[in-house]
C-alpha cells in the first residue's frame, strides 16, 4: 500500500534565517511531510570557484527537520553561477540557428560540454559527502526539469564533437554510416567521421536519419549526465534519487534516464500546460481555463508511474496562477484539491507544491504560492490543509492494474517532428487522443515502454503511431491472447528511419498493406457510415482482412485480422470511442461513459470521479459540483 503524503518546494537562501524555524512549524502545522530544497542554490554554496558556505544549509537543514520535515535536497546544476561562464565561456548550449543560451536564467549549460560535466561531478560529490547521510535528507532530486526550455538539443561545437564521436561507436565504419542514412541520395556521402557536421543551417532539409540519429546522441547525452550524478550519490547514500520531469517534454527519452533512477517525478501545472502545451480549440480552452484540461495530468501521471517503475511522486504542483504561460488565470476553487487526489489515485507516494511562499523578486516574482510574499495564507493552503485531513480519514491506497495498456514511445515523438508529412500531425497527438477517448469511456489506463516484452496482464494494448516495432514488443505481440489495437503509422520506420521491406504496417496476424499515405488540411473531413469523421491522416491499405469501419464511399478506415486491429486514419473523438467502446465490449471490460469533463480513475480500493468542468455533473448517483472529488468503495458497486 502507497503512503501519500504531502510537501512543499522551499528557498531558504530567499528569506531571512530568523523566517526559517516559523516557515518550518507552519509546514508541520498544516500537515506536510516532505520539502524539497537546494537545485538552484549553487551560488549561495559556492560564491567563487573552490570559495564555499554550507553554514547556511546546514542550518535550513536541521531547522526543517527538527520540525519533523523530511527534505528531498536538489543538486544546484541546472543553475551554474556566472563566474563558471567565465571558467568555460564555451559550456552555453546553442540553438539551432546558431544562437548562444546565454547566462542571466537557467539552464545555461550543454550537456555535452565535458568541462561542464566535471563540474556537474564535483560539486554533487560535495553535496553528496556532506548530506549523504544527513538523518533528514530523506531523498535526492537530480539537476532539475532536463528539458524545460528546449535545453536539450545543442548546436555547440562540444556536442559537435561528440556527436562524431558517438556514430563513430554506433557504425564503426564511416561505410556503414552511409549505407544506414541512405546518404547516396543528393551526394551526402562522407568519407570520415570528422566530416559529419550538425543537422542544422541546411540549404534545405537535412537527412531525416541523420536527424534521427542527432536526436538519439541528445538524449544519450541526458541519460549520462543524469546517470554520473545518479552514480556519485548512490557512493554516499541509500536514499532513493528522483528527478523532476515535465509535461509533454519529449526531447529525451524519460524510460532511459529512468533506469538509473529509485523514483520518478514530475512538475504539474495544468493551467499553464493548458494554454502552452495542449492542442485543442479556443472554445474548449476557454471552457476549462481554470481546471485544466480533463486528460493531461492523468496521462502524465500514468506516463511517470510507468518512467518510474511503479514509484512516482508529483515534485512541483501547481498552487494558484502561474507565471509563464500565454494566460495565467488563477484555478477555480477546489481544483488544486481535485489536481492533488487525481495524483493519489493514479499512486502518487507525495505531491509538493511549487512553492511555500511565493517570491516578491527576479522571474518567478508573478508565481503564486501556499503563502503569499507577506507571508499570508494564500487560497491553496486552505485546499491542502482539506487533503491532509481527508488523507487521514481514508487511509492509506495503492494503484491496481489495468485491463488496458498504452505504448508509448519518444522515439516515435522525434519521428513526427523530423517528419511530420502533414501540418499537426505529431505523435504525442496522436497518443493523447488514445488516451482521451479511453478515459471518456471511464476506464483507467496503465502506459508501457516500446520494450515491453509481456502483454500477458492486459486485455486490451494500443500502440498508435509506434514507428519502429522492437523486437521485444513484437514477440510479445505474437505471444498476446488479448487485441491489439495498432495505427496509423504504426511500424512505418526501420530504426534507421527507412521505409521497411514487406511494407507497413506487417504486424503479426495482420494481412494487410499500406498502398500510400496522404495529410489532409485541416478543411478536409472524411464521414465514416457508423458516424464520426477521420482527418489529418490517412492511410490507403489493401489486404485480407475484416472491415470495421468504412468512409462514406467504402473506403476502409478500421480494419481485423485475428487479434489485430489496425487503424488506418486519424479518427476523430467521436469514432475512436465507438470503435474502442466495440473492442472493450468484445473482450469484457467494463466501460461507464462518462458525462463531460468528468474522469473516473481506479484505485485498489475505491473509485475516483473528478469533475474538471465548471458545471456540476451526475455521475454513479452522486452529483459531482464544479471541481468536485467523489469518491466511493469499490464494495459499493
Known amino acids: 500500500m502507497v503512503k501519500r503524503a504531502l510537501g512543499t518546494c522551499y528557498y531558504p537562501e530567499h528569506w531571512p534565517r530568523e523566517q526559517w524555524p516559523e516557515d518550518a512549524q507552519r509546514m508541520a502545522k498544516l500537515g506536510l511531510q516532505w520539502v524539497r530544497i537546494g537545485e538552484f542554490a549553487w551560488s549561495r554554496i559556492e560564491p567563487a570557484y573552490g570559495e564555499f558556505d554550507w553554514q547556511w544549509l546546514d542550518e535550513a537543514i536541521e531547522v526543517l527537520g527538527k520540525a519533523g520535515l523530511k527534505v528531498v535536497l536538489g543538486t544546484p ?7 563558471m561562464i567565465d571558467r568555460h565561456p564555451d559550456m552555453v548550449a546553442v540553438d539551432e540557428q546558431g544562437n548562444p543560451r546565454k547566462f542571466g536564467s537557467r539552464r545555461h549549460y550543454c550537456f555535452s560540454h565535458l568541462g561542464f560535466q566535471a563540474e556537474s561531478q564535483r560539486i554533487t560529490e560535495m553535496f553528496a559527502k556532506r548530506y549523504g547521510l544527513n538523518k533528514h535528507v530523506v531523498a535526492w532530486q537530480t539537476d532539475n526539469e532536463y528539458g524545460c526550455h528546449d535545453t536539450v538539443i545543442s548546436y555547440s561545437p562540444p556536442a559537435q564533437q561528440a556527436f562524431r564521436a558517438w556514430c563513430e561507436a554506433k557504425y564503426k565504419t564511416i561505410q556503414a554510416l552511409n549505407e544506414a542514412w ?9 568519407s570520415s567521421f570528422e566530416q559529419i557536421d550538425l543537422p542544422n543551417l541546411t540549404v534545405t532539409e537535412a537527412n531525416p536519419a541523420h536527424r534521427m540519429a542527432f536526436r538519439r546522441f541528445s538524449s544519450d547525452q541526458v541519460v549520462q549526465f543524469n546517470r554520473q550524478q545518479v552514480d556519485i550519490i548512490r557512493q554516499y547514500t541509500d536514499a532513493p534519487v528522483a528527478h ?33 502545451r495542449i492542442v485543442a480549440d479556443d472554445q474548449f480552452k476557454h471552457d476549462h481555463a481554470r481546471q ?22 508529483v515534485m512541483e504542483q501547481q498552487p494558484g496562477p502561474v507565471n509563464w504561460a500565454p494566460y495565467n488565470p488563477a484555478p477555480l476553487r477546489g481544483m488544486v484539491r481535485l489536481w492533488t487526489w487525481e495524483a493519489f489515485a493514479h499512486g502518487a507516494e507525495n505531491v509538493v507544491y511549487f512553492r511555500w511562499r511565493q517570491a516578491p523578486f527576479a522571474q518567478e516574482q508573478m508565481h503564486s504560492g501556499l503563502l503569499r510574499p507577506d507571508s499570508e495564507t494564500a487560497p491553496a493552503f486552505d485546499e491542502a490543509a482539506q487533503v491532509v485531513r481527508e488523507l487521514n480519514d ?5 494503484h491496481v492494474q489495468s485491463d488496458v495498456a498504452l505504448v508509448f514511445d519518444y522515439q516515435s515523438n522525434w519521428a513526427t517532428d523530423i517528419q511530420p508529412q502533414g501540418k499537426d500531425c505529431h505523435y504525442f497527438d496522436l497518443v493523447f487522443d488514445h488516451y482521451c477517448a479511453l478515459r471518456k469511456l471511464g476506464l483507467s489506463v496503465d502506459i508501457l515502454p516500446p520494450t515491453c516484452a509481456d502483454l500477458s496482464a492486459y486485455k486490451l494494448v494500443l500502440i498508435p503511431g509506434l514507428t519502429t516495432l522492437s523486437d521485444p514488443l513484437r514477440q510479445a505481440i505474437k505471444n498476446f491472447d488479448g487485441t491489439v489495437l495498432a495505427g496509423p503509422r504504426t511500424n512505418a520506420k526501420t530504426s534507421e528511419f527507412a521505409i521497411p521491406t514487406p511494407l507497413p504496417p506487417n504486424l503479426p496476424g495482420l494481412n494487410c498493406t499500406i498502398e500510400y499515405v496522404e495529410s489532409l488540411r485541416s478543411t478536409i473531413s472524411i464521414e465514416l457510415e457508423n458516424g464520426g469523421a477521420l482527418g489529418k491522416w490517412r492511410e490507403e491499405i489493401s489486404g485480407e482482412f475484416n472491415v470495421v469501419e468504412k468512409t462514406l464511399k467504402g473506403v476502409p478506415a478500421v480494419v481485423e485480422q485475428n487479434n489485430m486491429i489496425y487503424v488506418a486514419a486519424w479518427l476523430d473523438q467521436s469514432a475512436l470511442g465507438r470503435v474502442l467502446g466495440q473492442i472493450c465490449a468484445q473482450n469484457q471490460i467494463e466501460t461507464e461513459i462518462m458525462p463531460a469533463s468528468v474522469r473516473r480513475r481506479d484505485t485498489r480500493t475505491q473509485h475516483f470521479y473528478f469533475n474538471y468542468g465548471a458545471t456540476a455533473q451526475e455521475i454513479a448517483g452522486q452529483t459531482i459540483e464544479p471541481a468536485g472529488v467523489f469518491w466511493k468503495p469499490k464494495s459499493s458497486t
Do not use: C
Open 182 to 190: 541512405g546518404n547516396v541520395f543528393w551526394s551526402m556521402e562522407y
Open 394 to 398: 481514508l487511509g492509506d491506497d495503492d
Open 77 to 83: 546544476t541546472a543553475t551554474p553561477p556566472r563566474w
Open 244 to 276: 523532476n520531469y515535465m509535461g509533454r517534454i519529449t526531447e529525451f527519452d524519460h524510460f532511459d534516464v529512468g533506469d538509473d533512477l529509485d523514483i520518478a517525478s514530475w512538475d504539474s501545472y495544468p493551467l499553464g500546460f493548458l494554454e502552452d
Open 292 to 313: 485544466g484540461h480533463p486528460d493531461f495530468q492523468a496521462f502524465h501521471h500514468d506516463l511517470y508511474r510507468a518512467v518510474g517503475k511503479g514509484r512516482w511522486w
